[in-house]
């Protein structure tokens, strides 16, 4: 069983839908603002409502077989090695991204948008010391009301106010997602608040951190298999 199986095939399949970018296009003027559950744009990406509560169950990948099945079939040359778990998992998420990166111009939507800052949310867990360390820091930096309704199995997600994004990611790695994917920044710091409180809620299904071990295992099999898929598709 992977945890976060449901939500990255879920990003998957909207990033690879070409009518995203007409359906969710990137680079608008919005309005920077702190949403509950899902939020804007994840919720637009992922077709939830803000106001649902969590569900944070964990899923072996909703939709696997249509995500595996449009990235062979769409590119003869981009196969995804999907081995069984969250390996294939970071391999269909490398393949996605890697797609946008060989192609000429941008165009994908907010889909694509959230498929390039699922890499960025799961590093920085890593970088803070796992699960429970990055869950240690956002409540030691004053968010611990939010954090608790991410872990919850009953509330919606109290998200963050993109302002505060800053206070957690690099400014540079933002500047570096928004390029990539033609959205401008105000999108990605919306994005980020909306995309690591759903992170944590998938992370913690039991509403503790019992399964820890597991999730932060299951990051590290995922960044590295997209790490090393981007590697390959340069």
């Known amino acids: 069983m ?9 990003v998957a399949r909207s990033a690879m839908d070409p009518e995203d970018s007409k359906r969710n296009p990137v680079n608008q003027n919005i309005n920077p603002r702190r949403t509950g559950g899902l939020g804007d744009i994840l919720g637009g990406v992922l077709g939830g409502s803000a106001n649902s509560p969590n569900n ?13 099945g449009g990235l062979i079939g ?28 060989n192609r000429s111009g941008f165009g994908g939507g907010k889909g694509m948008l959230v498929a390039a800052l699922l890499p960025m949310v799961m590093s920085w867990i890593q970088r803070n010391g796992g699960l429970g360390g990055a869950l240690s820091k956002i409540t030691s930096m004053g968010f611990d009301n939010q954090a608790r309704s991410w872990m919850s199995t009953n509330e919606v997600n109290d998200n963050l ?10 400014t540079t790695e933002i500047q570096q997602v928004a390029a990539h994917t033609g959205a401008n920044e105000a999108e990605v710091r919306q994005g980020l ?8 809620n998938q992370l913690t299904p039991h509403g503790n951190l019992d399964n820890e071990s597991e999730a932060n295992q299951e990051i590290d099999q995922i960044v590295s298999q ?3 898929r981007l590697g390959t598709l340069k």
Do not use: M
């Open 2 to 10: 992977s945890l976060l199986g449901n939500l990255i095939t879920q």
């Open 56 to 68: 944070n169950q964990a899923d072996n990948g909703f939709g696997l077989d249509d995500v595996l």
């Open 74 to 101: 769409g590119n003869g040359n981009q196969r995804a090695n999907t081995n069984s778990g969250a390996g294939g998992l970071g391999d269909i998420l490398g393949s996605v991204l890697g797609g946008q990166t």
């Open 161 to 170: 106010d993109p302002n505060d994004i800053t206070r957690l990611f690099d």
């Open 193 to 200: 608040a909306e995309l690591l409180p759903e992170v944590v």
């Open 226 to 228: 997209i790490s090393s």
